[in-house]
């Protein structure tokens, strides 16, 4: 790959590193064979980094992990071959490229979520939630009084798309992005939704004489 700027439309002061990536990408022949396997593993590393990082939350392992890191590495390489003459250089190419990478991972994985875990409203996530949200064994009945407080709350305070919101994002940990894109709404709607939930239970809970919400802090 060369390092000479692309000639490329509103490209300014574009970076050796970054021509050299994009002069790769819209040259022909062995040259950009050579930076797409490139990119390919750059892109893969991140990917993997990203996918092990949310794995416990989606539980995923194994094989799977790995199945969804390749997938998304492979769509955004296919989406920044697509769009790499829009490239203007106003940041590293590699912090451009990264974008498609983080965009497909959550994408995949919030696909993987709505096939082999949809977020429910059941008893197994509250012998799941109170470990994670106490600070010691001695609140144990505290805690549980706390919950039962807070699931009425839900039932009963919340709106169907506000309870849906806030037990996917603040119980399950379903990545904001990718529940935003499962219901077809921005991610600043769907944090909205998630606001105006939590302000709601945060006020039934300090009405039924609960100074701390302990849950306050889930599913930013």
């Known amino acids: 790959m060369t ?15 970054s021509a050299a990536w994009v002069n790769g990408l819209v040259s022909q022949g062995q040259a950009h064979e050579s930076c797409v396997v490139a990119l390919h593993a750059v892109l893969l590393k991140v990917a993997r980094h990203e996918v092990a990082r949310r794995a416990s939350s989606l539980q995923l392992h194994g094989s799977e992990l790995e199945d969804v890191a390749q997938q998304a590495t492979d769509d955004a390489l296919m989406a920044i071959r697509a769009k790499v003459s829009g490239f203007r250089g106003e940041s590293r190419f590699t912090t451009w490229a990264f974008r498609f990478v ?30 994670g949200l106490v600070d010691s064994p001695e609140m144990h009945i505290e805690q549980r009084e706390l919950f039962a407080t807070l699931r009425r709350a839900i039932d009963t305070d919340l709106t169907p798309l506000q309870r849906r919101v ?55």
């Not at 390092?3 to 590193?17: C, Y």
């Not at 119980?171 to 709404?185: C, N, S, T």
């Not at 991610?187 to 849950?215: E, H, I, M, Q, W």
């Open 3 to 17: 390092s000479s700027a692309p000639q490329l439309s509103g490209v300014v002061e574009m970076d050796d590193a």
């Open 102 to 131: 983080m965009f497909e991972v959550s994408t995949k994985m919030g696909r993987h979520f709505w096939r082999e875990r949809r977020a429910t409203w059941d008893d197994a996530i509250w012998e799941q939630v109170p470990a």
């Open 166 to 220: 806030f037990v996917a994002v603040a119980l399950h940990q379903v990545p904001m992005d990718a529940f935003a894109r499962e219901l077809g709404v921005s991610r600043n709607a769907l944090y909205k939704t998630l606001f105006d939930a939590r302000r709601k239970l945060r006020v039934s809970l300090l009405a039924a004489g609960y100074a701390r919400p302990y849950f306050a802090s889930a599913g930013r």
